[in-house]
């Protein structure tokens, strides 16, 4: 069942809420900004694709000279 | 949960007045002091020799300055009894009731937690180690021990003040260097002669709290040498990191003017006896006081001055 504010201390709180809620929101945006800029730093990355990737490979002698 | 129970379980007694505001919560966290730190941490992160993200020089910052409101909110949990006491800080949260002495404890441990995790994954583990020292510091070693056991309480405990630009130093660079050190002691000398003005004129606020302050334990007359002491010790200690790496021509003109004026002031201060004060209203310790605030804001905006010419190779050293 749905809670429905219907008391005064719901108005009351609302500016604390509201204020948490902002909080929240931003905690969020943060995290993944340095998410972001953290990957970015990382450098370049393959991703697994389930396909061989023979610059992986070990060098083998007498191949590629 | 249905509305029945959810009405069930509020007090209806509760009167408007103590209702705590979101306000109430962020002076909590002591913002001026924040400025205070979000300022000098966010110095000591760009004058070190390693450039930084910008996102991860905000995050960092941030989580830095609620670090400090974190050790903000311990305090003022600890400390409501004399804070109740003291007209400068009757009004805080706490005292006022406003906010519950157990919030204010969760809030302070929570944000403690989170920043310190926060600060470690925004830039390295050893300066969140420092900031969770810092917090430790602070609400620990100075509050609940040094500030009610000693006179020396605001020189050591003034080591909490000073953290954080070495914080933002070691957040760029990983390492704790020179630099670093001379941040931290410029702020740590700067602390005693900065309270002990704002103590002299607060008269009995601290002796009815029972907190030893210098002018309580020791007389107004003794806090007076005691500034003068201190202010020359800092204005040796400021002058000379002109000389570093991290200072520069706009940083040591600085250093020269704000220290003859402190001096000046100090001078002013020790020369005063407290019938001449209280004949002015203290107008020599409030105006040094209020010096102090600028004084400190002068030199580390010069080192963000010097940096910054640095950036652009106006200044290339004084080798």
Partial sequence: MTIRATHELHARRRGRNVGVAVLLAAFAAIVFGLSVVKVQQTGGIEGFDHVLRPEMLPPQEGVGQ | MTDASLHQSIPREIPREAEPSFRDYVDLLKPRVMSLVVFTALVGMLVAPVP???FLVFTAILFI???????GALNMWWDADIDEV????????????????????ALGLGLSLISVMML?????????ALLAFTIFFYAVI???????????????GGAAGAFPPMIGWVAATGTVSLEAVLMFALIFMWTPPHFWALALFMKDDYSKAGVPMLTVTHGHDATRTHILVYTVALAALAVGIAFTSIGGP??????????ALFLRGAWAIR???TTDAEEDGYATEKRVFRLSLTYLFLHFGALLVDATLKSFGIWGGWT
Avoid: D, F
Wanted: hydrophobic letters at 50%; a positive charge.
């Fill in chain 2, 250 to 259: 706009v940083y040591l003109a600085t250093a020269l003017a704000c220290n």
């Fill in chain 2, 120 to 128: 470690a994954l925004a830039a390295n583990l050893a300066a969140a």
């Fill in chain 2, 65 to 71: 300055a609620i670090g400090a409101g974190a050790s």
């Fill in chain 2, 271 to 273: 020369k005063r006896t």
């Fill in chain 2, 142 to 156: 100075y509050t609940m021990w040094l500030k009610r056991s000693t006179p020396q309480n605001i020189v050591i």
């Fill in chain 2, 86 to 105: 003291m007209r400068r800080t009757a009004k805080r949260p706490v005292p006022a009731g406003r906010v519950a002495p157990g919030e204010a404890l």
């Fill in chain 2, 52 to 54: 930084v993200h910008p």
